[in-house]
C-alpha cells in the first residue's frame, strides 16, 4: 500500500476518534484560607461534556489573574471523569500574596490548558499508541472573590444540670 493511502488512512482514524473538548466557564472564586501572607483561593468552574462517552481529565496548568496582574501560576492533576453529555463543577486552587490587597470587588481571570484523554474505544486505542494526546485551551473569569466564611468556635456539650433528678435505680422483682 502506497504511503499517502496510508497516511491518509491513519488521519481518518485520528479524526473519527477526536473527542469533543471539554468546556469551562467560570463559576465563583472564593477565599478558603487568609493569612499575613495571602489569600488561598479556590476557583471553581463548570466543565461540560459534549460526547458520547466520559472524558477523562488528566491535568490542569493554569494561571489566576487579579486586576490585570498574575496572581498564581501553577499546575494541578485533575483526577476527574466527566460523564457523557452532563457537566459538573472542579475546584482549582490558587494562592494570592497579600500584595493584591483587598480581593472583594477585584476582576479577575484563570486560564491556560487542560489535558484530558477521551475514552471511545478508537481514542483509548489511539492514547495508547501516543497518537490521541488531547488538551484544550481555556480562560474564564469574574468579578469579585468571596470572603472565607468565618470559623465557628467548636460546640461545647452543655454539662447536666444539678437539679436535675438522678436517674431511678433500676428494680427487679
Known amino acids: 500500500m502506497p504511503f499517502p493511502q ?3 488512512g491513519a488521519l481518518l482514524l485520528a479524526a473519527a476518534g477526536c473527542a469533543s473538548s471539554p468546556q469551562i466557564q467560570a463559576v ?5 484560607l487568609v493569612s499575613a501572607e495571602g489569600s488561598e483561593i479556590d476557583v471553581t468552574v463548570e466543565l461540560r461534556n459534549a460526547n458520547d462517552a466520559p472524558v477523562e481529565l488528566t491535568t490542569w496548568e493554569y494561571s489566576v489573574i487579579i486586576n490585570d496582574r498574575v496572581a ?17 463543577l472542579a475546584e482549582l486552587p490558587a494562592f494570592v500574596p497579600a500584595s493584591f490587597g483587598d480581593l472583594t470587588g477585584a476582576e479577575w481571570r484563570i486560564g491556560g490548558q487542560l489535558t484530558y484523554r477521551a475514552t471511545g474505544k478508537l481514542d483509548r486505542l489511539l492514547y ?11 480562560g474564564t473569569g469574574g468579578t ?6 468565618p470559623v465557628a468556635p467548636p460546640k461545647v456539650k ?7 433528678p438522678a436517674p431511678a435505680p433500676a428494680t427487679s422483682k
Open 72 to 88: 498564581y501560576t501553577g499546575s494541578w492533576v485533575a483526577s476527574l471523569t466527566l460523564p457523557p453529555n452532563d457537566r459538573m
Open 158 to 164: 452543655a454539662a447536666a444540670s444539678e437539679s436535675a
Open 128 to 138: 495508547q499508541l501516543g497518537v490521541n494526546h488531547l488538551t484544550t485551551g481555556f
Open 28 to 32: 465563583k472564586a472564593q477565599e478558603s
Open 144 to 149: 469579585g472573590i468571596s470572603k472565607a466564611a
Open 6 to 8: 496510508i497516511a491518509a
